[in-house]
Structure formats: structure tokens, C-alpha cells
């Protein structure tokens, strides 16, 4: 598969755009004809389309192609990157030149000695026919077929709305240390959000799945049946919900997207840029205890299929599985190139960019707690009164201070270790460092994202996953609506 992969990514660049060897090379020595410490080139091609359906009709569709080349140039802390959304060899030498003129400084210049390109070591996404090719017609036939049954599952469902995109994203990353790389990265999601109405009043609820694999996943029954009615469910649940009280308690996340507090709250305070800037409140603490005893974090973005996964990342380096906070004590942060070395440390796979316009910086792929050895139900039978968090609709987090609120979407009271009604308006507030020293109890039940999770950083947005086991983290503050 991956010569095949290589077969159908270099011609994009070679034969649509007559990108060669030596157009490489000719764009190296205009970056490089200056002393800098490093230079790349990152060309992008990359396919996508989208359908969405309301009350049973198409509301939108699109399809579009973006495709463009950017190049870097490093000396010291500073970046040149220009861009280009014409991939000639005239606009690669201009942008080049602009890249090195802005980076000029006390780098040296490197050799270029390119062997390549070739495909990536990693195979975590093999697909026989892209989801970009599929026809239009059976995606908009879901839609129709996710309407009719989101209404068919309860009377109660007064609006039904739903999307599905997919991408086909083909990269060639050259470097001047040698690296030469090709990939070509499938994206697929579906969203699905109904509303249930009684008595005057309307709750909404969402629901997906998505990630690095083909069309057809998706389009079993079996597959996007449990998205409705996972979203029926919650809805017709919020229809039941109270008020909900506020205070300090205990509280219990439930495992899979809860995970998103880890990832916002723990997470980005782990990315290496902001650890060597010293703006992060896990700066300079490799090697102490920054969570209670059996907190182990991971970014992990070669497992197979998943929506934060990578062959390789945005700068051609391979992803890993790092390991950043090891029984509590913080081992590891994640890097691209520039903060590695400016750290003194190795690239983790980390380097991530939205496009070709953009600059690559350290950035989450699948990052989750693992699983510890307690009984998930005897986690919730543990607290006397508190809060049972199953999912969150959103949140805020100051990476500086790690300090964050969390709207939750699906929690339930907990009185005398029993599950009560669920509530409404809850929101979690605290501080995530803090957080991770409060973990008292860790459940037995890993669970990943579905595979909806987009982060946002510097204006620039990219997929994710997120996850973790069922957690009892004691007094948190929770913010209310009761009176």
C-alpha cells in the first residue's frame, strides 16, 4: 500500500504542477544562499466536500480544492515562511527568497542532500478510493436516511440537522536535513443534532464520528444508527434535567470526550513552545510530580485510524507515542523542529500546521489518560454528594495559568453514591494543574473520542482526539443555575 500511496502523491506535485528534483533544488539554494540553520518546503493538495441536510432538505454543499506551497527558513528563534497558492517554480523560488530574507541572521547554512521523496514508515490509514471520490448522491441518501430516523425513534424529535464531510489531503515535505516525504491523509466526519421539544420546552443534542478511514465506515447502518441514538437520547435526557447546584464537590467525569478537559486544561500546557518561552505553568519541571500518584498522560498519534493520527506530521517527522507525564511525574513535552532544537531536545512528531499558509508549531494528536484498576461504578458508588460529568459542550483555559471553565452537556447528581437526575448548566472551574492533584480515583475503562475533536490554536485549527478512563476528582469547584 504505501508504494501505491507514493504512486498517487508524487504525480500531483511532478505532473500537475511540474514540480521536480531540480525545482527542489533551485527553491534550497535561494532559501539557503544566506546562512540560516534550517529550510523546508511544504506542498499541499488537498480535496474536500461537504453536505449538510435540515427538516429533511439540503441546506448547503460544497466542493473545493486548496493547494499551495510554503517555505520556511530558520536561524536562531527566527522564522521566515512565505507562501504561495501557485505551485510553480517561479512562485517556490520567490517564496524562497522572501522566507530567507526574513529569517537572515546568525544561522549556517546547511548541505541539502535530498533522497526521496518517499513514503512514510507509518501505515495508519490505508484506503482503496479516496471519500472525496464518492458521489454526491449516496452522501445527501445518509442525510435522508439519518432524518427519517432520528424522527422514527421518538415524537418527541422536532428538528433534525446533519452534515458530512470528507477530505483528501496530499502532502510533500522536503527538508533541509535531508528529509523527503510524501503522505496522503483521508478525513471523514459526521454530525448529527436533533432537537426534542414537551410541554414548550426544547433541548438540543449533538452527536459524531469520524476519523481516518473510508466513506463506507460511516455509511453502515450499524455505524451511524448509534450516532442518532446516542443524540436522541441525550435530548430526550435534558428534556428531564434541573437545575443544577453550585459549590465545591467531588466530581466524576465519565470516560472518552471528558477527555477534552485533559486535553485543553493539561495538554496544551505540555506543547513545547510554551515551555521553552517559560509561559506555561509546566515549565522547567521535568522530572516532578505534577499529578497524583497513577496519572499517566500520553499524545499518541499512531494508532491506526484515528482522527489526531499521522503517518507524519506537518514537518515530515514520523509520530510517536510519548509519554508526558509517567505515575504522576511530568517525563516529557511535545515538539516541532524549531522549539526541539532550540531546547535541546528531539522532535516528537508534534509539528503540526492548518494548511500551507500557515507555520507549524507543537500541537496535540491523540492525547489521553491511561486506565487505572478501579470499578468505574464503584468510582460513582464512592462519593457521598457530587456531580457524575459525562460530556462537555465546550470550555476556556489560560495556558499561562492552566485555569479553565467546562460546560457540561450531559451530567447527573450524586447523592448518597447513587445516580440522581441530571442537571442542567453545570460548569466545571479550576485550574489544571491542579486538577491532576485531585485525581483520586482512575477507572478501569479507557475510552477514546468518537472522532470529532478540531483544536484551535493561534488561529489555526486541526483534528484531534482526546480520551481517558472514568475519573473521581475531589473538590472542584462547579458553577450552577440553581437559586
Not at 197 to 206: D, H, P
Not at 377 to 405: H, M
Request: glycine fraction near 12%.
Amino acid at each position: 500500500m504505501a508504494e501505491t500511496e507514493a504512486a498517487l502523491t508524487a504525480p500531483v506535485f511532478r505532473e500537475r504542477f511540474g514540480i521536480d528534483p531540480r525545482a527542489i533544488d533551485t527553491a534550497f539554494s535561494h532559501a539557503l544562499s544566506r546562512p540560516v540553520d534550517y529550510a523546508d518546503l511544504f506542498f499541499e493538495y488537498t480535496a474536500r466536500d461537504a453536505v449538510s441536510l435540515e427538516d429533511g432538505i439540503v441546506k448547503s454543499g460544497h466542493r473545493a480544492v486548496d493547494q499551495g506551497v510554503g517555505v520556511r527558513a530558520q536561524a536562531g528563534e527566527r522564522q521566515g515562511y512565505a507562501h504561495s497558492d501557485e505551485i510553480t517554480v517561479k512562485s517556490l523560488e520567490l517564496a524562497a527568497g522572501a522566507a530567507r530574507a526574513i529569517a537572515e541572521g546568525s544561522g549556517r547554512a546547511r548541505k541539502v542532500a535530498l533522497r526521496g521523496p518517499k513514503p512514510p514508515a507509518l501505515d495508519l490509514y490505508p484506503l482503496a478510493q479516496a471519500p472525496t471520490d464518492v458521489p454526491i448522491e449516496g452522501k445527501v441518501r445518509l442525510l435522508q436516511e439519518i432524518d427519517a430516523y432520528a424522527r422514527s425513534r421518538d415524537p418527541r424529535i422536532a428538528q433534525v440537522m446533519a452534515s458530512l464531510s470528507c477530505e483528501q489531503r496530499q502532502l510533500m515535505i522536503a527538508a533541509s536535513d535531508g528529509t523527503w516525504v510524501t503522505d496522503v491523509q483521508p478525513l471523514v466526519i459526521l454530525r448529527v443534532q436533533v432537537i426534542a421539544a414537551q410541554g414548550g420546552r426544547r433541548e438540543t443534542a449533538s452527536q459524531g464520528a469520524g476519523g481516518r478511514y473510508s466513506l463506507e465506515r460511516l455509511l453502515d447502518p450499524a455505524a451511524w444508527r448509534a450516532q442518532v441514538d446516542e443524540a436522541v437520547r441525550l435530548a430526550l435526557v435534558n428534556l428531564e434535567s434541573v437545575s443544577c447546584p453550585a459549590g465545591s464537590m467531588d466530581v466524576v467525569l465519565g470516560p472518552g470526550w471528558p477527555g477534552i478537559l485533559l486535553h485543553e486544561a493539561v495538554g496544551h500546557g505540555l506543547e513545547g513552545d510554551f515551555n521553552r518561552k517559560k509561559t506555561s505553568a509546566f515549565s522547567d519541571k521535568i522530572g516532578q510530580r505534577v499529578a497524583a500518584p497513577g496519572v499517566t498522560v500520553i499524545d499518541d498519534g499512531t494508532i491506526a485510524s484515528r482522527r489526531g493520527s499521522l503517518n507524519v506530521d506537518d514537518e515530515g517527522t514520523p509520530t510517536g507515542h510519548n509519554v508526558l507525564i509517567e505515575d504522576g511525574v511530568l517525563v516529557g513535552y511535545m515538539q516541532d523542529r524549531l522549539n526541539a532544537r532550540l531546547m535541546g531536545m528531539k522532535p516528537t512528531g508534534n509539528g503540526r500546521r492548518e494548511s500551507y499558509q500557515h507555520l507549524p508549531m507543537p500541537r496535540m494528536t491523540n492525547t489521553f489518560m491511561l486506565a487505572g484498576q478501579d470499578d468505574p461504578e464503584e468510582i460513582v458508588r464512592s462519593v457521598k454528594s457530587g456531580l457524575y460529568a459525562v460530556s462537555f459542550s465546550g470550555g476556556q483555559v489560560d495556558i499561562t495559568s492552566g485555569k479553565f471553565v467546562f460546560s457540561a452537556s450531559e451530567a447527573y447528581r450524586i447523592e448518597d453514591g447513587k445516580l440522581g437526575a441530571p442537571v442542567k448548566g453545570a460548569t466545571l472551574i479550576g485550574n489544571g494543574p491542579d486538577v491532576l492533584t485531585r485525581v483520586t480515583r482512575i477507572g478501569n475503562d479507557l475510552k477514546l473520542d468518537p472522532g470529532v475533536g478540531t483544536c484551535g490554536k493561534d488561529g489555526q485549527g486541526v483534528p484531534v482526539g482526546v480520551g481517558q478512563p472514568t475519573l473521581r476528582i475531589d473538590g472542584i469547584t462547579v458553577g450552577g443555575t440553581e437559586g
